[in-house]
């Protein structure tokens, strides 16, 4: 059986209190020798206090809820890592929910997390997900008095805070790229355009084409769903409005369609230049590594948890954060040969 406080005390014929007092490091008035008594049967025992009690105890649960959108995506199992580690750094614990890109899971998760009291919630949305549906999330994390980070997303809320990134620069540097290396029919395969980072990035590829005098062709834009299927599926479509070159709004997408092109006989990348977006780390080591856009998971992890760790703590003048990507330049484009 697990040993209590109270087996401790009675051992060493000293109180419930004073077993406590000790083993959490307050001070007393103790004798230095009775400390040492309390802390050997504890050690001797292999006693651990339980955590349930302490947290009702401290009325907090040292414990963070953290919500992505597929835990499948290699981007948010590299965000995760960066959450745990600056969270475990700081004595605090994770509960990682995946909504599977299904927004009711969303509201089921946090409900989960408000009745495990967790300190604060990190939330990463669907990419399918409504407005009305974010708000009603957020209005009940807020309603609970929690303090939360949305990530990707400016939130209107006064508890929450928001870690982005520029989107629309992200969109404008790859499309640039592609445009240098010559090619005019520039295929975009987007996320879900009902999410607004799809939106933003999308921005970046028609103010890319503007700024080099090339016409935004509804045809080569196609919507996606940033899973690895839709990626492959859309190579056809994109083969027959001959375009040269495609970018992808995630890498995982960009998976896809360059599996596409190897299982399609395409010489690549001579025939079709490939960007994705996000810098997950198989992409440096595929036979042709991809180019892709930069946006760092594992810092976004982090400095989500310590912007939260300040709002729990109370800071009050702290600002969201805002990452600027950059492009990573790899051998998955080329300039176009006529």
């Known amino acids: 059986m697990k040993v209590t406080i109270k087996d401790i005390a009675r051992e060493c014929g000293v109180s419930t209190s004073a077993v406590s007092l000790v083993l959490n490091g307050r001070d007393t008035r103790i004798s230095e020798e009775t400390q040492q008594k309390i802390i050997g049967t504890a050690r001797k ?14 009325k907090e649960t040292s414990t963070f809820g953290v919500i992505i959108p597929d835990i499948s995506n290699i981007f948010f199992a590299e965000f995760c890592k960066g959450c745990e580690t600056a969270a ?21 998760h946090i409900n989960t997390f408000l009745d495990s009291q967790v300190d604060g919630i990190i939330y990463v949305a669907p990419s399918n997900i ?22 990707d997303r400016a939130l209107d809320f006064p508890s929450a805070k928001s870690v982005l990134v520029d989107n629309i620069h992200g969109g404008y540097i790859a499309t640039r790229h592609l445009i240098k290396l010559g ?3 520039i295929g975009c395969l987007t996320g879900p355009l009902c999410n607004k980072i799809s939106r933003d990035r999308l921005e970046g590829y028609r103010m890319a084409l503007e700024e080099h005098n090339l016409p935004f062709d509804r045809n080569l834009v196609l919507e996606g769903n940033f899973s690895v299927d839709s990626g492959r599926q859309s190579l056809p479509h994109m083969q027959k409005q001959r375009a040269t070159a495609l970018f992808c709004f995630n890498d995982m997408m960009a998976l896809g369609v360059y599996r596409a092109l190897q299982d399609s006989g395409l010489r690549f990348p001579d025939e079709m ?9 198989v992409t440096s080591l595929l ?3 991809l180019t892709t856009v930069n946006q760092p998971a594992y810092e976004i992890g982090s400095t989500s948890i310590r912007i939260l760790l300040a709002l729990v703590q109370g800071s009050t003048d ?15 484009t080329r300039p ?3």
Not at 88 to 106: A, C, K, Q, V
């Open 45 to 58: 025992y292999n006693y651990r206090p339980n955590r349930l009690a302490v947290s009702l105890l401290k």
């Open 130 to 151: 409504d407005n009305r549906s974010i708000h009603e999330i957020c209005s009940k994390i807020a309603a609970a008095d929690i303090p939360f980070v949305a990530v």
């Open 273 to 281: 230049s490939l960007v994705g977006y996000d810098d997950i780390f």
């Open 287 to 289: 036979e042709t590594p």
């Open 88 to 108: 475990r750094g700081n004595g605090y614990t994770l509960m990682i929910m995946s909504s599977d890109e299904f927004p009711p899971d969303s509201m089921k």
């Open 336 to 338: 176009l040969r006529h």
């Open 183 to 185: 090619h005019e029919r």
């Open 318 to 332: 702290i600002d969201s954060m805002v990452f600027t990507p950059v492009l990573k330049i790899r051998s998955s």
